[in-house]
T-cell receptor, first 114, second 112 residues
Framework: AQTVTQSQPEMSVQEAETVTLSCTYD???????LFWYKQPPSRQMILVIR??????QNATENRFSVNFQKAAKSFSLKISDSQLGDAAMYFC???????????FGTGTRLQVFP | DGGITQSPKYLFRKEGQNVTLSCEQN?????MYWYRQDPGQGLRLIYY???????QKGDIAEGYSVSREKKESFPLTVTSAQKNPTAFYLC???????????FGNGTRLTVT
């Protein structure tokens, strides 16, 4: 069975600085998709960024980028120029391309200080 | 506008009663999911469905049941066999590729 692990329950960053959130996963599958979601206090889930496992190039969305290391099964999220609005819970997620099963990690709470 | 509707937003039940949470989508998505979120924790997969009349157990299916009689609807029943049903429940759907999940606004279930 696949698993997703986020080893940092909480992280903090100064406004305008850069922070990296860690995510590792375990799978025997070769084709899958990886996602980072943000959950603010409203509890609405918001997609931050996604990565296809067959793509070697790391995904980038404005201030958000990932470091995807397929062999190491690592999928970290880098937030550059952090803003107060980035404060939220961040969840890493894995979706099987074979079964559509989609699972989440336990989350990292990010605090942003002015 | 297309989206996912979960109802009700808040639900209260007595222990020993079954309760059904509604999830409807008009996005024409094939795959639908139910997750449970406890305070300060991540989303745990209860059930998911790839197509009508088919569904699979997630990681914490015990004490829950689902049906998928229509593409648009994926109701979740929390049975009296679920030992600790009080939680926040999220429904989601997506198309059959790497598209992101669309989430409903959730149902907060309290069982006393």
């Amino acid at each position: 069975a696949q698993t997703v692990t986020q080893s940092q329950p909480e992280m903090s960053v100064q406004e305008a600085e850069t922070v990296t959130l860690s995510c590792t996963y375990d799978t025997s599958e070769s084709d899958y998709y990886l996602f980072w979601y943000k959950q603010p206090p409203s509890r609405q889930m918001i997609l931050v960024i996604r990565q296809e496992a067959y793509k070697q190039q790391n995904a980038t969305e404005n201030r958000f980028s990932v470091n995807f290391q397929k062999a190491a099964k690592s999928f970290s999220l880098k937030i550059s120029d952090s803003q107060l609005g980035d404060a939220a819970m961040y969840f890493c997620a894995y979706r099987s391309a074979y079964t559509d099963k989609l699972i989440f990690g336990t989350g990292t709470r990010l605090q942003v200080f002015p | 506008d297309g989206g996912i509707t979960q109802s009700p937003k808040y639900l209260f039940r007595k222990e020993g009663q079954n309760v059904t949470l509604s999830c409807e989508q008009n996005l024409n998505h094939d795959a639908m999911y139910w997750y449970r979120q406890d305070p300060g924790q991540g989303l745990r997969l209860i059930y998911y469905s790839q197509i009508v009349n088919d569904f699979q157990k997630g990681d914490i299916a015990e004490g829950y049941s689902v049906s998928r009689e229509k593409k648009e609807s994926f109701p979740l029943t929390v049975t009296s066999a679920q030992k600790n049903p009080t939680a926040f429940y999220l429904c989601a759907s997506t198309t059959d590729d790497n598209s992101p999940l669309h989430f409903g606004n959730g149902t907060r279930l309290t069982v006393t």
